[in-house]
């Protein structure tokens, strides 16, 4: 197929191209009655809600940390690991993503609130809600515009033209996904309004020594702070094990002569000078390389959660001129079919800070993440009724679609996959 | 930015702990750790727990407060502003002290009568129980016993108008100063009273003191010809006035009209929104974040307009003080409800829950 057949084929099947702009504007009206019916419930169950979940996060992050003093013996470093990866990623989806979304500012509260709330990720908060809430989430999936679609170093469109540096994308998405938090900071950056000189040198300067902030503070944290204080904490308890067993051993052996006492304390101190080093070096790197791996289990945690949302075969891509003149219920339908959710469990939810309601959370982005689950049956009725798709699927399945685009579309030509049709009731889509 | 607690008095050597050990807990702060084990212990904002309520009568009551650092104080008459959570939602009020300042047992309480259809004072009347937290902001106002204390003092209270006064008061008793005060108070019923046995014991208490109770379903209410009689040498004293509107601006008129206005003071702690309903012409308001359009009428706030439209918007006291609720004014006058005055040039902060929009105006929330 030519580029122009494909573009011809897709826009056959523009899920839009079926509702006439009377039925756009009323489809439009019926999710505004959603959301509004949500927010005039919204109360103490929610306020509760993200109260206790950032105090089981922090009560976690600091269980983490204390197992991670203790990151020599093997067990700790794993059962550490794993706690303060939790807390990391709670930290960064259900909590911080979901708070600079403005969700909770309902709440009037100082703290739980998007213009004064950041969180443990390279991006600084503002530059973040720039390029999020505002770029994808009013450009979402249009091509050229969402800065998202590929974070302008992959090709995972076919309508994106290909060039030969994607070739080594397969390699860069591992890397991404390692590292996701500093992508997704350098991302914020909007490489091409600083080419193109819509960004002032200032507000470069400005955006750049945040991230350096930012990073500043996660490293200092992560591989000084905690880690230093672990091989503190062990230096001082091996030094004590030690001064004890010299304490044990000449009071053992008896009387002994000055001057043979007098060199063995200097070889006990130098022993347990020694054995305090030791420790602490050894405790310092084994909680550095917990730290790190936290944060690597994080940065893919999140990485794979965020790639599922909009990058699965189901999900529709636009060009500019499909969305000219778009009205609020165009708005809303190409949120509808440009996110994809993923199935999963209520714990799979929390902890992908219920991104896996990604088409709720498109609708909505302002809506207490907590709600989506309940609206989705809503939001099914609305797509049944219109004739619109409900994109989603298992999270392996999603996560297997998004991997094989970025494989395919490395190399040059590549087709649309294809797209379900409209969502016919919950007998097709067992969850 | 939503208003927060006032910064509390915090011991420089704690300050400097938690900072030195701040990098353990970036982008947090230590304070948010600790908040979980109390939530007095915060040094970000100052916090309280109310420690008793007491029903004063059958709509007011006392809610005794012990504020989680030491209190800094305040002069007697000032008001606090106040932080709570209603239905998962901080509201902040501010309501006079009732207590005088250097209490023994640290404690500071306010004296809110249930206003029915209000938000907060049903909450703190009816809902509140010992233990639960609030948030204590900024003391303010100027209605204060002046320092030192003049010789005469009058002091004219109707209603719930008593509170500022009965920080007075209890600080006179406690300071043993009571020497020459005349007080007129007024309320509907005996029932209505508010402090009534505590006014009687400071009555007992001080032969300096002299209570003039007014029950105004039996005998009407106090005018200003009646000053005469009540206290023949009011001219003559440091008056106090708190109470209705009404009263306050006969009573002012009375003072000016009889050349003595600089021995008054009067605390106009209802804030005269919607006073004058029908001297704005109200407009359109554009929310230009939230691309959200509102109508307000002549003696609507913006940010109650803004509201019923289902705007999401910061707000704080809500009657203009603590300037929470700014919005930069990109287009349109306003005016300020409480003066009347209209106002407005393109990029002022505007209060939203003072001003009124005055024909269609835009605004950056």
Known sequence: MTQTQIAASTEAHSPLSHLSSEQLDELGRELDAIKDRVFAELGTRDRRYIESMIAMQRRLAVMGRVLLLASRYRPAWVAGTATLSLAKILENMEIGHNVLHGQWDWMNDPQINSSTWDWDTASTAEAWKHSHNYVHHTFTNILGKDKDLGYEIMRIDPRQKWHPVYLLQPLYNLVLAAFFEWGVALHDLDFEAIRTGKKSKAQVKRELAGIREKAKSQIVKDYIAWPLLSGLAMAALDAAIEVGRGRGGSGGSGRKRRGLLSRRRRGGLTNVLRTALDSATGAYRSTASADATANIVRNVWAYAIIFCGHFPDQTYTFSPEEVEDESRGGWYVRQLVGAANIEGSPLFHVASGNLGYQVEHHLFPDMPSTRYAEIAPQVKDVCERYGLPYNSGPFGRQLGMVQRTILRLAFPGGSQRPKPGPYRGATEHPA | ?365
């Open chain 2, 1 to 365: 930015m939503a208003e927060r607690g006032a910064t509390p008095q915090v011991s420089p050597a704690r300050r400097r702990a938690l900072h030195a050990v701040r990098a353990f807990f970036s982008p947090l702060l230590p304070d948010d750790y600790l908040e979980l084990i109390n939530p007095l212990w915060s040094t970000r904002e100052l916090r309280g727990r109310i420690e008793r309520i007491d029903e004063e009568t059958a709509d007011t009551v006392t809610v005794l407060i012990r504020p989680g650092y030491e209190w800094t104080g305040h002069r007697p008459g000032q008001y606090l502003r106040i932080g709570v959570v209603i239905d998962g939602v901080h509201h902040w009020r501010a309501y006079s002290l009732t207590s005088e300042p250097g209490r023994p047992d640290g404690c500071i309480s306010i004296t809110p009568k249930l206003v029915d259809s209000g938000k907060v004072s049903p909450y703190l009347v009816r809902q509140a129980r010992p233990g639960d937290v609030v948030r204590l902001g900024g003391v303010e106002g100027t209605f204060v016993l002046p320092e030192p204390v003049p010789a005469k003092l009058l002091f004219i209270s109707a209603g719930s108008g008593i509170t500022p006064i009965m920080s007075m008061l209890r600080s006179l008793h406690r300071g043993d100063a009571a020497r020459d005060v005349a007080h007129i108070h007024s309320a509907r019923t005996f029932d209505d009273v508010i402090f009534a046995d505590r006014l009687r014991e400071i009555d007992e208490a001080h032969a300096g003191y002299r209570l003039r109770l007014r029950i105004t379903g039996e005998e009407g209410r106090i005018a200003p010809a009646d000053l005469d009689e009540l206290c023949p040498d009011w001219r003559t004293r440091h008056a106090f006035l708190s109470g209705p509107g009404e009263m306050l601006d006969a009573m002012s008129e009375h003072w000016k009209g009889e050349g003595v206005a600089e021995m008054l003071r009067v605390e106009r702690f209802q804030p005269m929104i919607g006073g004058d309903p029908g001297g704005g012409e109200g407009g359109s308001v554009r929310f230009v974040k939230s691309g959200l359009q509102a109508e307000c009428d002549g003696a609507t706030p913006i940010l109650v307009g803004g509201e019923e439209a289902g705007a999401v918007l910061p707000f704080g006291c809500r009657m203009g003080i603590c300037h929470t609720c700014v919005g930069k004014l990109c287009a349109g006058e306003v005016r300020d409800l409480r003066t009347g005055e209209v106002h407005g040039n393109e990029g002022e902060m505007i209060r939203t829950c003072v001003n009124a929009p005055e024909g269609p105006i835009e605004i950056a929330l």
